[in-house]
C-alpha cells in the first residue's frame, strides 16, 4: 500500500513539475523585448503569424528555448551525480573543474587561435571539460588505493583553481578579443541556434542514459561502500560510470550555455524535498525541473534591466547563493 502512495505521490508531483515546465517554456517564446501573446506564439507554432512575429519566435526564442532546455537537463543530471558521488550535498558539476577546463579551453582558442565564431568554441568548451575531468580523474586515482570523492573533489577544486587563473590572465592580456565570450563566460542563452546544439546532442543524451542507468547502485552507494558491496554493487564501475556521465553532461551544458552555477546545486535538493532519497525519482525530477528553473531565470533576465539583457547565469547566481546560505545553515545546526 504504501508503494502504490508513493507511486501516486511521485505522479502528481512530476505533473506539477511537467506543468511548470511548460509555462516556462510559453513564457520563454512569449516573453522579451517583442513581447507576444500566446495566440500569437501559437500562430508561428502552426505556420502563420506576421514576418516579425516569426522571426522573432522561430529564428531567435526557439534555439534558445531549446538550448535552455538542453543545458538544463545536464546541469540537473550532473548536479544530482555529482552529489550523489561525493556523498556531499553541497557539491555542484563545477567541483570536478567542468567549467574552469571550459573556460580555459574557449579562452586559449581565442587567443591563440583566433576564434570568434560560437559554433567552433562550443567544441573547445567541450573538450576542455573532457580533457579536465579526465586529468581529474587520473589525479584522484593516483596513488595507493582507488580514486575516492575526497581525493576527486580536492584534485579537480585544485585544477579549477590553475586554469581559472590562466584564463583570467589571457581574458587581462587581450580584452578587445575577449568581447566574444563575455556573454558565454556569464552563462547565457543568447545568440545560440540549432547549429550549435545539434553537434553536441548525441553526447547529451548518451550521459542521459548512463545516469539512469546508474540510479539504482546510486541508491546502494549512499548507504556506504561496504554495504552497497553487500547488495552486489560494483562500486568501482558505479563511480566510474558517474565520472563519465558527468563528463558528458556537464560538458554539453557548459559548451552549451557557459558555466552556469548553482543549478546543478539547487535542482538535486528541490527534488530531495519533494520526493525523498530515491536516485531514480531525483534524477527524473532533475531532468524536468532543472530546464524550468533556466528559463525562467532567463527570462527574468530579459525583463529585469529591459531594453538590455541579464545573462542567465547571474539571475541563478543571484537564487542560488542565498540557497547555498540556508543549506550551510542546516547542516551546521544538524539539520537534514
Do not use: C, K
Request: proline share 5%; hydrophobic share 55%.
Amino acid at each position: 500500500m504504501s508503494d502504490l502512495v508513493a507511486r501516486r505521490r511521485f505522479t502528481a508531483g512530476a505533473a506539477v513539475v511537467l506543468a511548470a515546465l511548460a509555462g516556462a517554456l510559453v513564457l520563454s517564446l512569449a516573453v522579451g523585448a517583442n513581447p507576444l501573446s500566446p495566440t500569437a506564439v501559437l500562430d508561428v507554432l502552426r505556420g502563420g503569424g506576421d514576418a516579425q512575429s516569426r522571426y522573432v519566435v522561430a529564428d531567435l526564442r526557439i534555439p534558445r528555448t531549446v538550448t535552455g532546455i538542453a543545458a538544463g537537463a545536464a546541469l540537473g543530471l550532473a548536479g544530482t551525480l555529482i552529489q550523489a558521488f561525493t556523498r556531499n550535498p553541497l557539491a555542484d558539476p563545477g567541483i570536478l573543474g567542468v567549467n574552469a577546463g571550459a573556460a580555459f579551453a574557449v579562452a586559449a582558442g581565442v587567443t591563440f587561435l583566433g576564434l570568434r565564431d560560437i559554433s567552433a568554441l562550443v567544441w573547445l568548451a567541450f573538450l576542455g571539460a573532457l580533457t579536465v575531468t579526465l586529468a581529474v580523474y587520473v589525479i584522484g586515482s593516483s596513488g595507493r588505493g582507488a580514486a575516492d570523492p575526497i581525493r576527486l573533489t580536492l584534485a579537480g577544486v585544485a585544477l579549477g583553481a590553475v586554469f581559472s587563473g590562466i584564463t583570467t590572465g589571457m581574458a587581462l592580456s587581450d580584452p578587445d578579443a575577449f568581447d566574444t565570450m563575455r556573454s558565454w563566460n556569464a552563462g547565457s542563452l543568447l545568440g545560440r541556434d540549432l547549429d550549435v546544439l545539434l553537434p553536441v546532442t548525441p553526447f547529451l543524451a548518451a550521459g542521459t542514459v548512463i545516469a539512469f542507468l546508474l540510479a539504482p547502485g546510486l541508491n546502494a552507494l549512499a548507504l556506504g561502500d561496504d554495504v552497497a558491496r553487500a547488495q552486489g554493487a560494483n562500486v568501482r564501475l558505479i563511480r566510474a560510470g558517474v565520472i563519465v556521465a558527468v563528463t558528458l553532461l556537464a560538458g554539453t551544458a557548459t559548451a552549451l550555455a557557459g558555466p552556469i552555477s548553482f543549478v546543478g546545486l539547487m535542482v538535486p535538493h528541490v527534488a530531495r524535498w519533494l520526493f525523498g532519497v530515491d536516485h531514480r525519482a531525483i534524477l527524473a525530477v532533475s531532468v524536468l525541473l532543472a530546464p524550468t528553473l533556466i528559463l525562467l531565470a532567463d527570462v527574468l533576465g530579459r525583463v529585469l534591466i529591459a531594453p538590455a539583457e541579464m545573462p542567465v547565469g547571474i539571475v541563478t547566481a543571484f537564487v542560488g547563493a542565498p540557497l547555498l546560505i540556508v543549506l550551510a545553515r542546516r547542516r551546521r545546526s544538524g539539520g537534514p
